[in-house]
């Protein structure tokens, strides 16, 4: 039974929680009332650093039902069964804005997983779009400055945002995702999901292949223009958040369905890009979707800043059977995502409650700020016998690579074929859209960042480029 009376923090009763301590009814407050001190010195400490990206989120719990095994592609026990029920947290959001940002801001949105399986957490980290905007992670922070605020007048400024796009042509694809409607969401019940990234799954008997994640909403894909995500940043900015958070109140349930494309290491040399790298999708006729089970979301979380705003989820969270590609974005994401929650939550980030796997956990590690665990005992250190625990060493030979240590970008680029072979599958309503929102985005940008961009569009398809520059009113 939960106790009604007011405490400190040590649980001792609060006589009064109205008044500070003074010298009289009107003297000074005195240093010596320790519940004003406790709760002032709480509440200035309330506030953690927000999310550099992904700042902006609602979560949710819910399973993940296999229906249709894959152990014949991987030794992931999470999707060896037909029928096996994992829990799961997953959180939506949006990647450049702010926490107070309008959730239908035109923006890419985080679609992450986190998996409690048998074999420890494994997080699917992706996006709604199946693309980014560029393929090695050394240019993430530079493209993030870009994106972001000015850091003279501290507000956003779209020439910095478009010298970013047209001086890496890498984004010319992505930019023909995010300025359709997909760019500007109403509802994370009808946004569909990717890995993005390029993941490996391996077998039982060692075989390796390459493959990437789909999400897709039974409810459907839609989307609101940006003229009703204008209406709605004003009128209701947490439009999103809030219907998910309905929803899932009054007992209703989100659902998911997730699909894998796979590839085979010997179709690689036959492409005409690279695989591996996250500007590119996969084309569908040659690598169909296989669907692998269902994302049941029926729970909110009781409290949005111990949960949602605590949840911790990084590609490098994954689990015998997954391993992590040469895709140059994700390798930096297996470092990043992992530091940037040591930076906002603590080294044991993994102790609080919504990040710890369902699983025993055994390691070395010990102390720092806000530990909460700890393995009993006087062994701290591995290769003795009385540790009682050792590493689960696995038969499967790993892939083998060689080749001269050097920075180079890599080969069959190629940024622009698929940027032109999506715009030239789009409606003709679909194409108005997307001029109409790049033309109003960039009508006040320096005219020689709109003819820099407009160059990158060219060159995806001459009628894109042209009508880009007709309606900036260029000659």
Request: net charge negative; charged share 25%.
């Given at each position: 039974m939960k106790n009604s009376t007011l405490t400190t923090n040590g649980g001792v009763p609060v006589e009064d929680d109205g008044n500070s301590l003074t010298v009289g009814p009107n003297g000074p407050v005195l240093l010596d009332d320790i519940q004003l001190i406790e709760k002032l010195a709480h509440f200035d400490r309330e506030r953690i650093p927000e999310r550099v990206v992904h700042a902006k989120g609602a979560g949710a719990y819910g399973n993940f039902e296999v229906k249709n095994s894959m152990k014949k592609y991987t030794k992931a026990k999470v999707f060896d069964t037909v029928g096996k029920i994992t829990p799961v947290f997953a959180r939506f959001s949006e990647v450049v804005g702010s926490k107070g940002s309008a959730d239908t801001a035109r923006d890419p949105r985080g679609f992450a997983v986190k998996f409690y399986s048998e074999d420890g957490n494994y997080d699917i980290a992706g996006n709604d779009i199946p693309v980014f905007f560029i393929r090695d992670a050394i240019k993430f922070p530079d493209m993030v400055h870009s994106f972001k605020a000015s850091p003279d007048s501290n507000t956003p400024d779209l020439n910095r945002f478009w010298d970013f796009i047209s001086s890496n042509p890498e984004s010319t694809h992505m930019i023909t995702w995010l300025y359709s409607d997909m760019g500007t969401v109403k509802s994370y019940r009808t946004m569909r999901g990717s890995s993005v990234n390029?993941?490996?799954?391996?077998?039982?008997?060692?075989?390796?292949?390459l493959i990437k994640y789909h999400w897709k909403p039974l409810l459907g894909e839609h989307y609101v223009d940006r003229h009703e995500a204008a209406r709605l940043a004003g009128t209701d900015p947490d439009v999103a958040v809030n219907d998910l958070f309905n929803t899932l109140a009054k007992g209703e349930t989100v659902k998911y369905d997730l699909y894998v494309q796979m590839m085979e290491y010997d179709q690689v040399d036959g492409l005409d890009f690279n695989p591996e790298d996250a500007t590119k999708t996969w084309p569908e006729d040659k690598f169909p979707l296989t669907m692998i089970g269902t994302m049941t979301l029926d729970k909110n979380p009781t409290n949005y800043f111990l949960e949602t705003e605590q949840a911790a989820f990084c590609p490098a969270n994954i689990?015998?059977?997954?391993?992590?590609?040469?895709?140059?974005?994700?390798?930096?994401?297996?470092?990043?995502?992992?530091?940037?929650?040591?930076?906002?939550?603590?080294?044991?980030?993994?102790?609080?409650?919504?990040?710890?796997?369902?699983?025993?956990?055994?390691?070395?590690?010990?102390?720092g700020s806000m530990r909460m665990e700890a393995k009993e005992g006087h062994i701290n250190y591995n290769q003795s016998p009385s540790f009682g625990v050792s590493a689960?060493?696995?038969?499967?030979?790993?892939?083998?690579?060689?080749?001269?240590?050097?920075?180079?970008?890599?080969?069959?680029?190629?940024?622009?074929?698929?940027?032109?072979?999506?715009?030239?599958a789009m409606s003709t309503m679909?194409?108005?859209?997307?001029?109409?929102?790049?033309?109003?985005?960039?009508?006040?940008?320096?005219?020689?960042?709109?003819?820099?961009?407009?160059?990158?569009f060219t060159k995806a398809d001459k009628e894109f480029g042209q009508r880009v520059k007709d309606g900036l009113g260029l000659k």
């Open positions: 390029t993941y490996v799954w391996v077998n039982d008997e060692g075989h390796r292949v689990v015998p059977g997954v391993e992590i590609s040469n895709d140059k974005l994700l390798q930096g994401r297996v470092f990043s995502y992992h530091d940037t929650q040591r930076h906002r939550l603590g080294p044991n980030f993994t102790q609080i409650p919504i990040n710890m796997p369902k699983v025993q956990v055994n390691n070395n590690q010990q102390d689960n060493t696995s038969s499967t030979m790993g892939q083998y690579v060689q080749g001269n240590v050097q920075k180079h970008v890599i080969t069959k680029t190629d940024d622009f074929a698929q940027a032109g072979e999506r715009y030239r679909e194409k108005d859209h997307l001029i109409d929102n790049i033309v109003s985005d960039m009508v006040n940008v320096k005219e020689e960042i709109q003819r820099k961009a407009i160059e990158n």
